[in-house]
């Protein structure tokens, strides 16, 4: 079988496309025949060896996977089912998504939600289940569209444009926030933004609070941007954080939160229990499903091409989601 593998290089963890047995896949009661994967961050951090993922090596990249049972010992699933796997490891502490088998405990496994192919389900991938987890957790604490707009940041990475997209159909106002305005602003707004702004328009010049222009945030970028959006949320609005891309650190203030009550929720998708799991592919497959997947999923290729594309997620100059077709 092939397999985008991570070794060990004298230049550091490296992808490499390799063939292996699939007796040589990590321990699992249920083996999946992949259909497809998609790239997301991580997989460019893991493959580019821009970040050390892989937590033990060789391993398989690839952290979402969509696929046929090909065998399974677990009574919930049975051979040619349709299933999907994001998150739970894959890819960082077992064989993961960019192979042409998986080999998995049947608990990590998620059955594919009627109303979503195997294609949709890796468009969507470990990107479109943080955006609408981020979605159903800020709603959960009483966010509403009659608040006012809320900020996405990273809007042109694929979580960010889900956001925008989820929101806009749940009747919230998105406002977009990227450094590419002039060359992405369009794009934006063609999928439901109701503005398109860069991350200087957020600053503070150096104080703890600014004006409450918006009801809340999906941040992806945490650092300064990230410390920039809480000194501008409403009072009670909520901050889902989401992701690192421009910096783990956060250098804020308690005020937003004793002063305005508002809240920073931490979106972690990799172990999201099950029953929540399954409610929230439920809503992808339904009322959250984007209007503009294919428009926000544009391209799909083969194993050989998912190098590349990786660079050019590292170097900032890909956007959208990109899915991989395993038996291509």
Known sequence: ?????????????RGRLTTMDRHDLTDG????????????????LAVTGAGK??????LNAG????????SSTDDRFAKGDEVLVTGWFLGEKRDGGLAEYVQVPGELITALPQGLTLWEAMALGTAGFTAGMAIQRMRDNSQAPGHGPVLVTGASGGVGMFAIDMLARAGFSPVAVTRRVDTQGDALRAIGASQVISPDALSLDGKPLGETSYAGAIDAL????????????????NVAAIGLAASPQLATTVLPFILRGVSLLGIHSVECPTPL?????????????????????AST??????????????????????VVDLQR
């Open 1 to 13: 079988m092939r397999a985008l593998r991570i070794i060990d290089t004298d230049d550091g963890p």
């Open 222 to 237: 945490g650092g300064e941007v990230l410390a920039n959006v809480l000194g501008h949320i409403k009072p009670y609005g």
């Open 63 to 70: 952290v979402d996977v969509s696929g046929v049972i090909e």
């Open 29 to 44: 009661n249920v083996v999946i025949r992949t259909s497809y994967s998609s790239l997301n961050y991580k997989d460019a």
């Open 53 to 58: 993922i892989a937590r033990k090596r060789p």
């Open 301 to 322: 290729i083969g194993l050989d091409e998912v190098a590349d594309v990786c660079s050019a997620i590292i170097a900032g100059t890909h956007s959208g989601r990109t």
């Open 277 to 297: 799991r399954e409610s929230i592919w439920q809503s992808l497959a339904g009322d959250l499903k984007p209007t503009h997947l294919q428009r926000i999923a």
